[in-house]
């Protein structure tokens, strides 16, 4: 079973660093390209971060260029996302996603319903 796991959310001040993880299983994970999607309170999803499946070419939403770094260890299945210089707009629930195909890797438009696997998310609050 294809399984993400988010974790790494919490309350911090503006300003302030989070890391985010996301264990995946189930699946080759070495093979696929991974991102990052967030959900702000009353808002639909919103792509962030794409990464491909070796780490050597990452891609970010203007919002966040600059602040946000995604990154995978390939060798622990694991996806990260380390936000710095943290503001309240960025309050949300942070997702992991597998590029399956049709995805933002492979378009370069972010459509949700290409996405088939989720986590359960991880909420980031930004507040002081």
């Known amino acids: 079973e294809v399984q993400l796991a988010e974790s790494g959310g919490g309350l911090v001040q503006p300003g302030g660093s989070l890391r985010l993880s996301c264990a995946a299983s189930?699946?080759?994970?070495?093979?696929?390209?991974m991102s990052w999607v967030r959900q702000a309170p009353g808002k639909g999803l919103d792509w962030i971060s794409t990464?491909?499946?070796?780490?050597?070419?990452?891609y970010y939403a203007d919002s966040v260029q600059g602040r946000f770094t995604i990154s995978r260890d390939n060798a622990q299945n694991t996806l990260y996302l380390q936000l710095n210089s943290l503001k309240s707009e960025d309050t949300a629930m942070y997702y992991c996603?597998?590029?399956?195909?049709?995805?933002?890797?492979?378009?370069?438009?972010?459509?949700?319903?290409?996405?088939?696997?989720w986590g359960q998310g991880t909420q980031v609050t930004v507040s002081s």
């Open positions: 996603t597998k590029e399956d195909g049709g995805g933002y890797y492979y378009t370069g438009r972010f459509d949700p319903q290409t996405y088939n696997v």
């Open positions: 189930g699946f080759m994970f070495s093979s696929y390209a």
């Open positions: 990464i491909n499946a070796g780490g050597g070419s990452t």
